[in-house]
């Protein structure tokens, strides 16, 4: 599978399973916060943020998703390597210079935001732009 359809699956697979985070009953599970997104329907959009934000709430890492694709990927329990970053520029058809870190990252995270979007994701309009 791609590294795109990797994360779109694990923040979709997190949809319907609010407390799939954490096993039932291990220290890292909380009760659904009022922020949680309810389990999708069909046809429904997966409430990005609200996934996301509960997967930061679990993690012992303060990790910022919103800004940092690094952060997004961990968060996912996905490889956040340079060459898992590369290797994700290249399937989203990066043009810019794969040696700048700092750019790619940044519009890696905008595209994944978009991508999100694009298949079925509510994401804040913040993080499109």
């Known amino acids: 599978m791609s590294i795109l359809g990797d994360i ?3 923040i979709f697979r997190h949809s319907a399973s609010p407390a799939s985070a954490a096993p039932a009953g291990s220290p890292q599970s909380k009760p659904a916060s009022p922020q949680a997104a309810p389990p ?3 046809g429904s959009p997966v409430d990005v943020a609200a996934i996301m934000d509960r997967l930061a709430a679990q993690s012992k890492e303060k990790l910022d998703w919103r800004k940092s694709i690094v952060d997004l990927m961990k968060l996912l329990k996905l490889d956040s390597s340079i060459a898992a970053r ?3 520029a290249e399937e989203l058809h990066y043009t810019g210079n794969l040696k700048d870190s700092a750019s790619m990252n940044v519009w890696l995270h ?3 935001m978009i991508k999100l ?3 079925g994701g509510k994401v804040p309009n913040e993080l499109r732009r």
Do not use: I
């Open 8 to 10: 779109v699956s694990r």
């Open 40 to 42: 999708a329907t069909p």
């Open 86 to 88: 590369r290797r994700l």
């Open 110 to 112: 905008k595209q994944v």
């Open 117 to 119: 979007a694009e298949n």
